[in-house]
Structure formats: structure tokens, C-alpha cells
């Protein structure tokens, strides 16, 4: 059984039970403006984890306990809401994903493999091209493109790669573009290569991979990392700054609709966050919204944006560092050879930096020197090595660095010692056990195989260690699935062979809940306001369908987040017979967004800047 596994959490058991009644004094009571009950109220205090009631007033929470002494403060105008045996959670924190690019996500083709789409093989693939086309034909033809996001040549039943010619069968005249869920690679037709301006005399760019057809140099339509990237100036050309506001609106919306009442941009860069500022002041953002600018491209204007408060709920919280790539993609920097890779690769591969060592101790030192939390993308064992010397190399000269709360974003694959060490620093792990789900079996049978493998996303060894940690999406790698997110911490099943990846790294439910809600909160700084239900902490929650506690751990992901509630206000309500976050694209937000308004920027430094976007925007699509 889950819950067997951490036997300390044994006191925690006991606050099950209990129903300690948390309120301000007396004195200092008012009426409430709505009081919740009906169902189960899980409340991440360990002093009180269960509740049955919730009062809320001007957008906090007034007492949190039994029903009987919460309705004590009910006045003539609260009101009451009957949660119908749905079960209220603190809303979701969002641990790491990119809302922009997620908005791109939610308007393009959904290339993604069951359960999340329908695409299994190459025929599947190209049929769902073709039915995005005919239903959005006015943007196709306003824009001449044709994207798609998340196919997984993993997933595919050729265990490989689309060609171009496959793409040029779904279109030979309009420019296709499919994006890997990595975010790390895409494949594209002719056309799109011909605008990129790829050809056999093409060179590979540092840090990518041009893929060439068997026996030729001539490219075969799959690009790898920064090869990748060369072709994102033409699709944001094509969108322009109103579209990218909506790609960001329509990421917060989709975030919304898994429960998450704070949403990340997790590697950002000036321009995009100019953009996001303008969305917050427009009204565009319901949940609260953090970004973290990439500390390689503009520190100074970090430093001087960065805020510990929201504005239009949006703040710059931090900077972001990223150090190797993708663990499925095999562009993680491992410190051994990958196991059985799928493609063309030397003996002894082992993936490849993305930063010299010099920028990445350089980051870490400036970061910590002038007080500024960095989160830092580090996959495999050797960018983890160097992320760990940085931050001691770092902590020597400015001891009160381990204070920031630095974060290590994925972790896929780590060795045992260097949660010691993360832990000494005080690096807090936010770990991807999704890729558990979507990934097990590919992890075991071809990146680090059987033995390394059940060890990826290491939150037992965490909990061992008396860590905390988060766990995240890392969206639009995957939809923001909360419940997909909490089933694959508990479960860690993977989604083909039904293989638990890692029986002794499984935590049970309110450990999982913990590393989406209180956690996350402490890593962003944000503990004293979010990811528990306390009086005086904002009436922040998520709804469920059933309590993920008193079901069969294989059902979690079936839950349903029924509403979203930010403030005391109702963000997001799930219709009957939906499913959330897989609403059809709006024709005029994509109209608006592929072209619609604002056309492409053509001034020098915003073009400039146009490309630096694609570069972050396409990288930084962790999935790492």
C-alpha cells in the first residue's frame, strides 16, 4: 500500500481525524461573506488536515474547522455554498510550466497520444493535422500555417520521427510546423524548411542537430534543439505581440481549468514579459501569474523588475538558469552513456550542455549576490554536478544565498549523493514524476534503462532525506493536469505497460497534495498567503470531484477539478459532460493570434528581440 510507505507521516494520520477549528479572536471577527461545507475539505495544516467547514470575507480565508463554529459567523447576507460531497483542496501552485507557449498549445492541433489526444501513429498524426486545417481553414488561410503541438515519437507505433514528406502530404504549399511534447525538437515539410532556409549545404548550429536523410545531407524534416529554434521567427512573425498576448491569456484559462490559482512562465525574457505586464494591466490573468526571465540574456532587467508582490496578479519572481535539455529527447547531459537511445547516435553518447560551465557559475554567483532566487533547469547527473558546484562555490562567498531558495527544476535523473548535497544547500528539488506516466517505459527501456531508471524523479529519496519538494507539469510537455500530475506521484504507473517505475519512490496522496500546494507556495516565496487552508491566507481553492484520499490510487487521474476559486471568486466551473482544459479553439482567438492583429514586428531591435523570443519560447518548453 502508498500509504505504508512513509511511516513518519504516521502523525499526520492522527490530524486526519482531528477537526481543530482555526479562527481569528473574537475581537477581531466579522461576518462571513460565504461560508463552504458539504464535502470533504482537505486542508494541507498539519495541525488540523481535515475540516468541515471554510468561511471566507474579502478574499481571505476567516476560519477554517467544524461546521458548527464556522457558522457562527454567518451573517444575513452570506452566502452558502453546499459543496455536494465534492471534496475543496487549497488551489494549485503551479511548481513549473510556461503559460505563454502553453497558450500556443491550447489553439494548435493536439498532436498528443492517448489519453491526452488521439495520436498513436503517423496516419492518426497527419488525420489530425488535416481535421485542424478544415475546421480552422479562416486562420490557416489568414496566416498560411499550419502547426501542431505535441507528438511524441515515442508514442508512435513507427517509433519514430514523421519525415518531411509525411508533413508535405498534409500540406506541400503551406508551411508545417509540428512541435515535439519534449519542446525540444520539431519536424516540418519542405515549405517550412525552404522559409527556415535548411538544405543539403545547410551546417548544424552549435548546441543543434539538422537530421539528414540516410546516406545524404540532405535535411529529412526533424530538427534538434537551436536547429529548432530557426524556425520560430517564422511562425512569430505570423502572430506578432497580440498574438502572443493571447497565447498568454489562453495558457492562464487553461491553467485555471486544472485548479491552479497560480500559474508560472517559467523561463521568460524581456520582451515576453513586457507583454505578460500588458495582459496583467488589461484584466487578462484571473490567477495570480510568476515568470522567471532567463539570468543569460538581460540581468539588469531582472534585477530591477523582480517584485515580491503582484501587480495586475503578475510579478517577475526570480531568474531562471537552464543547463542540458530533454531526458526522452536524449539531450540530457548524463554522466554516463544512455542506455539503448533510438537514432542516430555515437557509443558512448551522454547528451550535451546547453550553458558553459562558466556562465552557469557565473549565474548562480550573480544571483546570489545580489539577493535574487534562481531556479535552474538541470536534467541529468553531470548538469547536476555543475549546478552543485555552483551553488557552493556561490554560498562560500555569500553565505546568505542558501536563504533565497533556490530551486532545481526536473531532476529526471539523479544520483542519491547529490540529493545530499542539494539538500546541505538548500536546493529544493521540484521533480517531474509525470514523466513516470508518460515516459516509464521509454526511460526503461532506452534512456537510462531498467536499474536507473525506477529511480527518475526521485521523490522518495526526498522524503528519506526529510526534503520537501513539488511536483509539476512542466505544460504544455503535457496539459497542466493536476490530477494526472498528483496520480503519477502516488503511482508512478507507466501509461504503456502499466510498470510501476520505482515502487519505493511512490509518496502517499497528502504528501503529493503537499508538493502541488504548501510547497510550491514555500519555493515561491508565498507560504504566508497560499497552498493551505489558514485563516487569514487568501480563500484560494480547488474543487474536486471526489477526494483523492478515499479512492483507489489507480483512479486519481479520473478525478475532475469541478471549479476553480481565486479569492472567493469562482475562475473557472466545469460544465456538465466537459472535460477540463480540452475546450475547441476559439475561431477568433486563433484569427487574432496567428495574424489576426498587430502583424509581425519589422523595426531592427524588435526584430531582434522577435528572435530572441523564439529562441526562449522554443527552449524553454522544459520538457525536458
Known sequence: MIERLQP?????????????????????????????????????????????????????????????????????????????????????????GHIVIGGLQALSANLLAPPDGKVQDIASLQQTLRDWMQKNAPAVEKTKLIIGFGYDNAQLKELRHPTREELDAVSKDIPVLIVHQSGHLATVNSAMLKEIGYDASSKDPAGGVIQRKPGSTEPNGTLEETAFFGAMPVVLG??????????????????????????????????????????????????????????????????SNQSS??????????????IDGSPQGFTAWRDQPYYKPVGNYPKGYAGYAAASAEDVMGAVQWASENGIQVITHANGERASDLLIAAHRAAQARFPKAKDLR??????????????????????????????????GDWHLDHTVGPQAGM????????????????????????????????????????????????????????????????????????????????????????ILSKDPTAVEPATIADIKVTETVKEGRTI?????????????????ALLVAFGGHGGPLH??????????????????????
Open 8 to 96: 513518519r507521516l504516521a502523525g499526520v494520520a492522527a490530524a486526519l481525524a482531528a477537526c481543530i477549528t482555526l479562527a481569528a479572536p473574537a475581537s477581531a471577527r466579522q461576518t462571513a461573506e460565504s461560508i463552504w461545507s458539504g464535502g470533504p475539505i482537505l486542508t494541507m495544516n498539519d495541525k488540523a488536515m481535515r475540516a468541515e467547514a471554510v468561511a471566507v470575507a474579502n478574499g481571505k480565508i476567516l476560519a477554517v474547522g467544524k461546521l458548527g463554529d464556522v457558522m457562527r459567523l454567518k451573517g444575513p447576507g452570506t452566502k452558502l455554498v453546499d459543496l455536494g460531497g465534492r471534496t475543496l483542496v487549497p488551489g494549485f501552485v503551479d511548481a513549473h
Open 238 to 303: 505570423r502572430i506578432g505581440p497580440e498574438g502572443l498576448k493571447i497565447f498568454a491569456r489562453e495558457g492562464a484559462r487553461l491553467w485555471a481549468s486544472f485548479g491552479y490559482t497560480t500559474a508560472q512562465e517559467g523561463r521568460s525574457t524581456p520582451p515576453i514579459v513586457d507583454l505578460m505586464k500588458q495582459v496583467a494591466a488589461e484584466g487578462g490573468f484571473a490567477n495570480d501569474v510568476a515568470t522567471y526571465p532567463d539570468v543569460l540574456i538581460d540581468r539588469a532587467y531582472i534585477k
Open 309 to 322: 508582490t503582484y501587480t495586475n496578479r503578475f510579478r517577475v519572481a526570480g531568474a531562471k538558469l537552464t
Open 406 to 439: 533556490p530551486v532545481l527544476v526536473h531532476g529526471q535523473f539523479l544520483r542519491e549523493d547529490q540529493l545530499d548535497s542539494y539538500k546541505a544547500l538548500g536546493v529544493i528539488p521540484s521533480l517531474f514524476p509525470m514523466h513516470t506516466f508518460y515516459w
Open 455 to 542: 529511480n527518475i524523479s526521485p521523490t522518495g529519496w526526498a522524503m528519506k532525506r526529510g526534503m520537501i519538494f513539488s511536483s509539476h507539469h512542466d505544460a504544455p510537455v503535457a496539459f497542466p493536469d493536476s490530477m494526472r500530475v498528483l496520480d503519477a506521484t502516488v503511482t508512478r504507473r507507466a501509461r504503456g505497460s502499466g510498470r510501476i517505475v520505482g515502487p519505493g519512490q511512490r509518496v502517499d496522496v497528502i504528501t503529493a497534495l503537499k508538493a502541488m500546494t504548501i510547497w510550491p507556495a514555500y519555493h515561491h516565496f508565498e507560504e504566508k498567503m497560499k497552498g493551505s487552508l489558514e485563516p487569514g491566507k487568501l480563500a484560494d481553492f480547488a
Open 572 to 588: 473557472f466551473r466545469l460544465e456538465p459532460g466537459a472535460r477540463a482544459g480540452r475546450a475547441a479553439p476559439d475561431i477568433r
Open 603 to 624: 523595426d531592427g531591435c524588435a526584430h531582434d528581440a522577435m528572435f530572441r523570443m523564439a529562441a526562449v519560447m522554443a527552449s524553454g518548453v522544459a520538457g525536458r
